[in-house]
């Protein structure tokens, strides 16, 4: 698992990060990638390594885990102090890095403004669907043949929305 920590990180995400404003990171973990068996929180910490971010100085704070057949979506925030999971379902502006963990090769780049929003708008959409009282991280599994419910949304406009409760 070693080559995975030295993936070659891209200079604007290393000068995103050395900033320390808060930053989204994307993580996807596919089935035949040497992560794919670990815990949420071993892939936060794998990937705050191979970004070069200490996770002790960035403070991650892991958001939403969404499980498919062969691919794991991870959504973590670092540098975000501000961040209050009571308001986090309004949908942010932060900018997103994508670290994408595959068998042969994986890829650490930061996110154009379209894969940017999608991320946003997803994580705020899991805050809204879990409801008040839940607290993240979020875990949406997709695997298998029944579909993720959310009984207790914060915005009942969102039962009946279906774009709003079905994940893309």
């Known amino acids: 698992m070693e080559n995975v920590r030295s993936i070659p990180v891209p200079k604007i995400v290393e000068e995103l990060l050395n900033t320390r404003k808060p930053t989204r990171i994307a993580v996807f973990v596919r089935a035949k990638s040497p992560l794919y068996?670990?815990?949420p929180d071993q892939v936060v910490r794998t990937a705050c390594s191979t970004l070069?971010?200490?996770?002790?100085?960035?403070?991650p704070t892991p958001l939403v885990v969404e499980k498919w057949d062969r691919l794991d979506v991870l959504a973590f925030d670092v540098f975000h102090a501000a961040y209050n999971p009571s308001t986090a379902h309004?949908?942010?502006?932060?900018?997103?890095?994508?670290?994408?963990?595959?068998?042969?090769?994986s890829v650490v780049k930061a996110a154009g403004p379209d894969f940017q929003k999608e991320v946003n708008v997803a994580v705020a959409?899991?805050?809204?669907?879990?409801?008040?009282?839940?607290?993240?991280?979020?875990?949406?599994?997709?695997?298998?043949?029944k579909v993720p419910t959310y009984p207790n949304p914060r915005d009942l406009i969102t039962l009946r929305s279906k774009s709003a409760v079905q994940s893309p």
Do not use: F, I, M, Q
């Open 37 to 39: 068996p670990l815990l």
């Open 90 to 105: 309004h949908e942010a502006s932060l900018p997103v890095v994508l670290v994408d963990y595959g068998k042969r090769y």
């Open 125 to 145: 959409r899991e805050h809204n669907l879990n409801g008040w009282d839940a607290r993240p991280p979020y875990v949406v599994d997709h695997t298998g043949t």
């Open 52 to 59: 070069g971010v200490s996770a002790g100085d960035s403070h």
